[in-house]
C-alpha cells in the first residue's frame, strides 16, 4: 500500500496549488490503493470523499508543498478512522478482573493471552491464565508452556466444560491473590453457532470486564467480516490486531473501527512473548503512508525551522557550496528540532545512508570547538586539511588528530549525501518547497 501511495504523492510535487483536478486525480489513485490493500468498499469510498472535500479549496499552507498538503490531510484523516482511546484494559474495582479472549482458529489468542498476561504482570499486577481451548490437541500444554517462560500460573482443569473451567478460575484467582484473570478459549476454522454458543456460555458464566476478539491482520477484509459477527454476537470491547509483522497492506487496520466500532487496544509484531503494542492509530497511518515520520518532520519543520535561513541552505546545496561554516549554522537550527540523526531518519530513503554519518549528540560542543579552530579557508574547502593542519585544530580545540578527522570525514560524507537530496522535492521539506 505504501509504494502505491508513494507513487501517488510523488506526482503531485512540483505543482504550485492544490488544483482540483490535481486533487482528483491523486484520490482516484489513493482510492485504488487502498482497494488492492483490501480496504473495506464502503469505508473506501467514505474516506476519499472527506479528504477531497478537505484537500479542494484548501490554502496551501505556506511552508508545506502541495503533495506534503495532501499527504498531510489523508494522514489525519486515517487518523480518524483508526482512532479511539487504546492500549489500556480497563482495570475492574473489585478484583479479579476478567479477560475474554476469542477469535478463529489460528488468529492467535494462547500467544496474545501470554503476552497480555506477561504485559500486566510488568505492570505490578498478579495474572492468572486460564486454559479453555479444549479440542484442540496440545492447546493446554502450549498455553503451560508458555506460562513457564513468563513465569504466570495457568489454570487447567484438562477437558472439562469450559464454562465450568472458567468459572473454577475465578474461585482459584480469588483464593490465590491473582488479581487478573485472561481466560483463552478454543477457536474454529470458521464461525459457527457451536463456537458462539460456547462463547456466550462462558460469558454468562464469568461476566468478563473485556471481551477481546483476536484477528490476524494478514486476513485483511476478511479479519474485518470477522469482528462483525463477533461483536454482533457477543459485544466486543476491543481488538487484538495479530501478525502486524508480515501484513504489508493494512487493509485491516483502515477498516474495522470504522466498519464495526470497535477500536483496536493491542497490535500483535511477532512471536515472541515482548511482542505486543498499545495500538497507537498515528503510527499506523503512517507507516500505511510508507513514509517514515514526514509528518512529525514536516511538523516540527514548521515549527522551528528559520525558514529564510533554509532558503539560503537550498542554494547553497544545489551550488555545491556548503562548507563546514554552514554545517556548524545547520547544527545550531537542526539542534532546537530535536537529535540530527533523528531528524534525517524521517526524510524518506535517507534512513539507510545514515548508519555512516552517525552524529553523537554530545559530541556537538566537540564538533563546534573544532570547527571554530579552523581558519575561514579551511572550513570552506576541508580537503586543505592535512597533518599539521589538523595538529593545529586538534590542539586549539582541546580535541584529538583523530577527532579532527574524524568530524572531516563526517562532513564530507554528510556532504556527499545532501548533494543527493539537494533537489527541490527533498529540500522542501525543510520549508523551501514552495518558490
Ligand atoms: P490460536 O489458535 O488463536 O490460539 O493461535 P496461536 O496463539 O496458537 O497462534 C498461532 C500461530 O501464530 C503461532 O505459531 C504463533 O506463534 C503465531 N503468532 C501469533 N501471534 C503472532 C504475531 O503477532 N506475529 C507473528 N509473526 N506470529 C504470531
Ligand atoms: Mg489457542
Redesign the pocket.
Known sequence: LSEKLQETFKRLKGKGKLKEEDVNEAMREVRVALLEADVNFKVVKDFVAKVKERCIGQEVLESLSPAQQVIKIVHEEMIELMGGASGKILIASKPPTVILLL???????????AKLANMLKKQGKHPLLVAC?IY?PA?IK?LQVLGEQIKVPVFSMGHEDPTKIAQASIVHANQNGQDVVII?TA?RLHINEELMTELREIKSAVKPHEILL?V?AMTGQDAVNVAQSFHSELGLDGVIL?????DTRGGGALSIKAVTGCTIKF?????KMD??EAFHPDRMASRILGMGDVLTLIEKAQESFDQKKAKEMEEKLRKHEFTLDDFLDQMQQMKKMGPLSSILEMIPGVGKQLKDVQIDEKDTARVEAIIRSMTKEERRKPVIIKDSRKKRIAKGSGTSVQDVGRLIKQFEQMQKMMKQFSNPGAMGMFGGGKK
Do not use: M, N, S, Y
Open positions: 477469535g478463529l482458529q489460528g488468529a492467535g489468542k494462547t500467544t496474545h493471552a481451548d484442540r492447546a502450549q483463552d477457536g483476536v490476524d495479530t501478525k502486524l509483522d508480515g497490535v500483535g509484531i511477532g512471536e511482542a505486543i
